[in-house]
T-cell receptor, first 116, second 115 residues
C-alpha cells in the first residue's frame, strides 16, 4: 500500500518564476492538505482540498493556489516566487469517509523548494 | 485563533534516560484535537498520537506516554528509557474538531539522544 507521494523531491527556481508541486494521497484517502515548513520551523497550513474544492485556507497570499483532481491527487502552485518561499512543502492526506479515523493525517516526504 | 507553544527548542539526553517534551496550546474552540508528530532527519512527519479534547485520560504506548491536562492547556509527551532512534524533531499540533481541518503546529523540539 503506497503512502503519500510527492514530486519532485527537490526543486530550484529563480525569483519571479512559477512552480507546481504534486501530491498523490495514500490509497483510500480523499482529502489533501498542503503545508509549508521553513527551516527550523513547524509546518504552516496552506490549504486543504476535498471533493476538488478548497475547504480551508491558512494565512497565505493568493500567489499560492491549488487544485485537486478526480483521482484525489493534488497540485500546489506558487506564482511570482519570492526568496522567502524557500521551504519544505509537505502534503498530507486523510479520509472523511465513514470508518476512517478522522483527522489522522499521513504526510509525504515533502518537496524541498529553493528560490534563488 | 489557535496557538501551540513548545518552549523547549532543543533537548539532549543520554540513552536510557527519560525525557518529557512540553506542549501548551491556546484555542477558543470547545472541542478540538491534539496531536504529536515525529520528524526524523529524513523529513517525513510521522503521526504518533491524536487526543480528543473531551478525553483527558492519559495514554501509554510502549515507551511513549502522553499527559493531557485541559485545566492547564497542556499536552506533554514523555519518552521512557530513551534510545538513539528517538532522536528527531517532535511537533505538537492542534486542530478544531468538526468541519475541515486547519492544523496548527508548534515550532518543534529537537531531541538528541546521546549513546
Amino acid at each position: 500500500d503506497a503512502g503519500v507521494t510527492q514530486s519532485p523531491t527537490h526543486l530550484i527556481k529563480t525569483r519571479g518564476q512559477q512552480v507546481t508541486l504534486r501530491c498523490s494521497p495514500k490509497s483510500g484517502h480523499d482529502t489533501v492538505s498542503w503545508y509549508q515548513q521553513a527551516l527550523g520551523q513547524g509546518p504552516q497550513f496552506i490549504f486543504q482540498y476535498y471533493e476538488e474544492e478548497e475547504r480551508q485556507r491558512g494565512n497565505f497570499p493568493d500567489r499560492f493556489s491549488g487544485h485537486q483532481f478526480p483521482n484525489y491527487s493534488s497540485e500546489l502552485n506558487v506564482n511570482a516566487l519570492l526568496l522567502g518561499d524557500s521551504a519544505l512543502y509537505l502534503c498530507a492526506s486523510s479520509s472523511r469517509t465513514s470508518g476512517a479515523i478522522p483527522y489522522e493525517q499521513y504526510f509525504g516526504p515533502g518537496t524541498r523548494l529553493t528560490v534563488t | 485563533a489557535q496557538k501551540v507553544t513548545q518552549a523547549q527548542t532543543e533537548i539532549s539526553v543520554v540513552e536510557k534516560e527519560d525525557v518529557t517534551l512540553d506542549c501548551v496550546y491556546e484555542t477558543r474552540d470547545t472541542t478540538y484535537y491534539l496531536f504529536w508528530y515525529k520528524q526524523p532527519p529524513s523529513g517525513e512527519l510521522v503521526f504518533l498520537i491524536r487526543r480528543n479534547s473531551f478525553d483527558e485520560q492519559n495514554e501509554i504506548s510502549g515507551r511513549y506516554s502522553w499527559n493531557f491536562q485541559k485545566s492547564t492547556s497542556s499536552f506533554n509527551f514523555t519518552i521512557t528509557a530513551s534510545q538513539v532512534v528517538d532522536s528527531a524533531v517532535y511537533f505538537c499540533a492542534l486542530s478544531p474538531a468538526g468541519g475541515y481541518q486547519k492544523v496548527t503546529f508548534g515550532t518543534g523540539t529537537k531531541l538528541q539522544v546521546i549513546p
